[in-house]
């Protein structure tokens, strides 16, 4: 059975930090690219982040360039998004995704002072 379960989410404060996990099970994790998205009210998920299975390749979108960090441990199974610097409009909720096709339950980021 795969199961992707993301933690870390919260409210912070504008320029605040957090980090959100994903811990993966029932698929090769570390032979699966991952990513993170995430979803405002009543629009799609956009890809926030991702991540090649070796961790060397990562993308990001635009909007979070140079704020946000991917990062895996394949002995842990699990993925990570470093977010610092964050604004209010990163507020979403954020979800992890798997070899392409999994997806988590997704964890609410909440930025506002």
């Known amino acids: 059975q795969v199961q992707l379960v993301e933690s870390g989410g919260g409210l912070v404060q504008p320029g605040g930090s957090l980090r959100l996990s994903c811990v993966a099970s029932g698929f090769p994790f570390s032979v699966s690219a991952m990513s993170w998205y995430r979803q405002f009210p009543g629009k799609e998920r956009e890809l926030v982040a991702g991540?090649?299975?070796?961790?060397?390749?990562?993308t990001y979108a635009g909007s979070v360039k140079g704020r946000f960090t991917i990062s895996r441990d394949n002995a842990k199974n699990t993925v990570y998004l470093q977010m610092n610097s964050l604004k209010p409009e990163d507020t979403a909720v954020y979800y992890c995704?798997?070899?392409?096709?999994?997806w988590g339950q997704g964890t609410q980021v909440t930025v506002s002072s």
């Open positions: 991540i090649g299975v070796t961790g060397g390749a990562t």
């Open positions: 995704r798997g070899r392409g096709t999994y």
